[in-house]
């Protein structure tokens, strides 16, 4: 089984590229997540989802974007990049709401901007 | 609002006992319990929802005080393999996590 799967694994952008992080899961979970993760610190959410077409913000999401055409999908989509975005991003999806099931994680995206 | 743990870190040695506290400034109706290892990502421990039910790890424990928001892991005669960073997380719609508390269990 492959749960969450994100790509990159890594990737170093230059400031005011743009990119898109990738994020699947094939266990047909209806809520999706985007943390980001400082060295040392705890996780952020940036961008939520409870199913298909609904997105909403969490506590940092200037800066980003993110779309959920489909179950499967939720892409991360970070314009001009900044020093700030240097990070680890997390990816996670639950079967319903966060309240009443365990969350699974994608193995992370470590971005760099210089 | 995210969640506020303590203590920020804590070192053992193996076969010692901690306890990790988790509190909220907001009506909980659930929390959530995860560990990273460095360079991982989290890993589900256990959930404990308003009522009493709980979810999760055989050899982990943990408490839900709903009147006071506060949740405790209780890690007992503790491994090598429990070192990490613990987080609790508080569930809505969406799920926010405490800044972590690092444990290391020394031989």
């Known amino acids: 089984n492959a749960g969450v799967t994100q790509t990159p694994k890594f990737r170093i952008l230059k400031i005011g590229q743009s990119m898109t992080l990738q994020c699947t899961q094939d266990?047909?979970?209806?809520?999706m997540y985007w943390y980001r993760q400082d060295p040392g610190m705890g996780l952020k959410l940036i961008y939520y989802s409870v199913g298909a077409g609904i997105t909403d913000k969490g506590e940092v999401p200037n800066g980003y974007n993110v779309s959920r055409s489909t179950t499967e999908d939720f892409p991360l989509r970070l314009e001009l990049a900044a020093p700030s975005q240097t990070s680890v991003y997390f990816c996670?999806?639950?079967?319903?709401?966060?309240?009443?099931?365990?969350?699974?994680f994608g193995q992370g995206t470590r971005l760099t901007v210089v | 609002q995210q969640p506020v743990q303590s203590p920020q870190a804590v070192i053992l040695r193996e076969g010692e006992d901690a306890v990790i506290n988790c509190s909220s400034s907001k009506a909980l109706y659930s929390v959530h319990w995860y560990r990273q290892k460095h360079g991982e990502a989290p890993v589900f421990l256990m959930i404990?929802?308003?009522?009493?039910e709980q979810k999760g790890h055989d050899k982990i424990s943990a408490s839900f005080n709903e009147k006071k928001q506060q949740s405790s892991l209780y890690l007992t005669a503790s491994q090598l393999s429990y070192s990490g960073t613990y987080f609790c997380?508080?569930?809505?719609?969406?799920?926010?996590f405490g800044a972590g508390t690092r444990l290391t269990v020394k031989p």
């Open positions: 997380g508080t569930a809505y719609n969406d799920m926010r």
């Open positions: 404990l929802l308003k009522g009493g």
């Open positions: 996670a999806s639950s079967y319903s709401g966060a309240p009443n099931t365990e969350a699974f």
């Open positions: 266990m047909n979970h209806n809520y």
